[in-house]
């Protein structure tokens, strides 16, 4: 389902989303303003309406951890969540971007709020022995036998996002304006929000005034929120390299030219480009994640296969990375004569840096340090992850991304003291904290719509 182009086709496909950092996401009016409101009342009532709910969200998030679906295969996740909104009484499209959900609950006159959860899973086999593990094995878009999890914590996002549905229409009487709840799919994979939005989710049903999200931290405790006010991931390019070389006999290397050895050669020269290329004060990232080649212990095969993970924070960084790496791949195939390596990058899986509107954040963050406390509220630096939420905010919408913890806090202090280390993201032992990583999360999501829509 994925396009590929070659990599040096056109600099316009790399400088595409090329905007100044400063102006992303700042087009749609006035900024927020701090609010000065107690939310010790508010948080109070949330806490009520989750309390009642509780035990329904456990339910739900165990069984989206035990049912993972791979991108762009979300068919039972999509049809759930669309489920759950037409429940509250939400007007619901699916097949939005393919298996993309959209829901709208319109509540007079006020500002247009969207709120974004992701639906896939990741290729990996879990070992947290958890009761409601998941056991699913698929065949992934290679055809490979893969383990299905959600080594990423989008199981416990959507089960926030349905928990801020709940209460948000339950508490109807103190807000105003138009929810946009959407289930996003394929965000592994950089896809789902460009599918969306191409299918029309800003010009068929209301454009919003502000976008929000939230994504599990397996670094923090529950109860704890980080963010970042502007840059706060990386964009991401996905890259292929095939090196090609002449194959033939184990023992007559020097009938050939050999692929793996060249492979290895261009895998170093790669490391250079980081430590020698680009400055120092920069951050940039070239790892190589995948080598296949060969099939037997005497044979010299004729290409080796090169996947590419390149993160950056500047867009001029990731140009002149792109650009070197198509270099130093011709160069080294050229110096072992041997046949010109084909350098390509998926385009469909380009994820843009998200920027989050640093008023929309403090916004946010104000009502976030009230209720749970200025400790656990921690303003960090860019980070080097991915997340297609930033293709919302290239639109011209502010937006707001923040971590939610999800560790238990002895596990975390532990880590911090030199005993075992945290899982992270993606890892087959990652999980959050279900009960009090669904209330804080439900919570704060809860609180950040009441923040922007509600009532004096």
Same mark, same amino acid.
């Given at each position: ?9 056109s600099?316009?496909?790399?400088m595409h989303?090329?905007l100044?950092?400063g ?6 009016g ?6 000065k ?6 948080a109070t009532l949330?806490?009520?309406?989750i309390?009642?709910?509780i035990e329904? $969200?456990q339910a739900l998030? +165990?069984?989206?951890?035990a049912?993972?679906e791979?991108a762009? /295969?979300e068919?039972?996740t999509? &049809? %759930?969540?669309?489920k759950e ?6 007007q619901?499209?699916?097949n939005?971007?393919?298996l993309?959900v ?9 500002p247009?709020?969207l709120?974004?959860?992701d639906m ?9 022995g958890l ?7 698929t065949r992934?878009?290679e055809?490979n036998d893969?383990?299905?999890m959600?080594a990423?914590?989008?199981d416990m996002?959507?089960?926030c996002w349905?928990?801020?549905a709940?209460?948000?229409t339950q $508490?109807k009487d103190r807000? +105003?304006?138009?929810l946009v709840?959407?289930?996003q799919?394929? /965000?592994?994979?950089g896809g789902? &929000? %460009? ?9 068929r049903?209301p454009?919003?005034d502000f ?7 397996s ?8 963010y970042?006010?502007?840059?706060l ?5 996905t ?5 090609r ?6 023992s007559a290397?020097h009938?050939?030219i050999?692929p ?5 050669r261009i895998?170093l020269?790669?490391q250079?480009?980081v430590?020698?290329?680009?400055d120092p004060t920069d ?5 190589v994640g ?5 099939t ?8 080796v296969k ?5 993160r950056?924070?500047?867009d001029s960084?990731r140009?002149?990375?792109?650009e070197?790496?198509?270099r130093?791949?011709?160069a080294a195939?050229?110096g072992a004569?041997?046949p010109?390596?084909t350098v390509?990058?998926e385009?469909?899986?380009?994820t ?11 916004k ?9 406390g200025?400790g ?8 080097m992850?991915g ?6 905010g290239?639109?011209g919408?502010p937006i707001f991304l923040?971590f939610?913890?999800t560790?238990?806090p002895?596990?975390?202090k532990?880590?911090?003291e030199?005993?075992p280390?945290?899982p992270?993201l ?14 804080s999360?439900?919570l ?5 719509v009441?923040n ?5």
């Amino acid at each position: 389902m994925r396009r590929l182009l070659p990599l040096c086709i056109s600099l316009a496909v790399f400088m595409h989303f090329s905007l100044p950092p400063g102006n992303v996401g700042q087009a749609a009016g006035p900024p927020p303003q701090t609010s000065k409101q107690d939310w010790s009342k508010a948080a109070t009532l949330v806490r009520e309406k989750i309390d009642a709910e509780i035990e329904s $969200l456990q339910a739900l998030y +165990q069984h989206l951890h035990a049912n993972p679906e791979l991108a762009f /295969e979300e068919f039972k996740t999509s &049809a %759930r969540m669309a489920k759950e909104l037409t429940a509250l009484g939400f007007q619901v499209t699916g097949n939005i971007g393919g298996l993309g959900v959209v829901g709208v609950l319109k509540n007079g006159a006020g500002p247009t709020i969207l709120v974004r959860t992701d639906m896939d899973a990741l290729p990996v086999t879990e070992k947290t022995g958890l009761p409601y593990a998941s056991k699913l094995r698929t065949r992934d878009k290679e055809g490979n036998d893969v383990g299905v999890m959600h080594a990423c914590g989008h199981d416990m996002h959507m089960t926030c996002w349905v928990g801020a549905a709940r209460v948000l229409t339950q $508490l109807k009487d103190r807000w +105003q304006g138009t929810l946009v709840f959407i289930a996003q799919p394929a /965000e592994e994979v950089g896809g789902g &929000a %460009r599918r969306m939005l191409e299918d029309g989710l800003f010009k068929r049903f209301p454009r919003p005034d502000f976008c929000l999200a939230l994504h599990c931290d397996s670094k923090t405790p529950h109860g704890h929120v980080a963010y970042n006010e502007g840059l706060l991931l990386a964009n991401v390019d996905t890259i292929d390299i095939t090196v090609r070389g002449k194959g033939g006999h184990g023992s007559a290397p020097h009938t050939t030219i050999d692929p793996i050895v060249l492979a290895a050669r261009i895998i170093l020269d790669l490391q250079t480009i980081v430590s020698r290329e680009v400055d120092p004060t920069d951050a940039a990232v070239v790892t190589v994640g995948s080598i296949h080649g060969g099939t037997k212990h005497n044979i010299i095969p004729a290409e080796v296969k090169l996947q590419l993970t390149v993160r950056t924070l500047k867009d001029s960084v990731r140009k002149h990375v792109l650009e070197a790496i198509v270099r130093l791949a011709k160069a080294a195939a050229e110096g072992a004569r041997a046949p010109e390596p084909t350098v390509r990058i998926e385009v469909d899986d380009f994820t843009p840096a998200v920027f989050n509107n640093a008023e929309l954040a403090k916004k946010t963050t104000g009502v976030f340090r009230q209720v749970l406390g200025e400790g656990k509220v921690h303003n960090i630096g860019p980070i080097m992850g991915g997340e297609d939420f930033g293709r919302y905010g290239r639109e011209g919408v502010p937006i707001f991304l923040y971590f939610l913890g999800t560790m238990k806090p002895e596990q975390v202090k532990a880590a911090k003291e030199g005993g075992p280390p945290l899982p992270s993201l993606h890892s087959d032992f990652y999980y959050p904290e279900m009960t009090p990583s669904i209330r804080s999360g439900v919570l704060m999501m809860s609180l950040a719509v009441l923040n922007l829509a509600g009532k004096d």
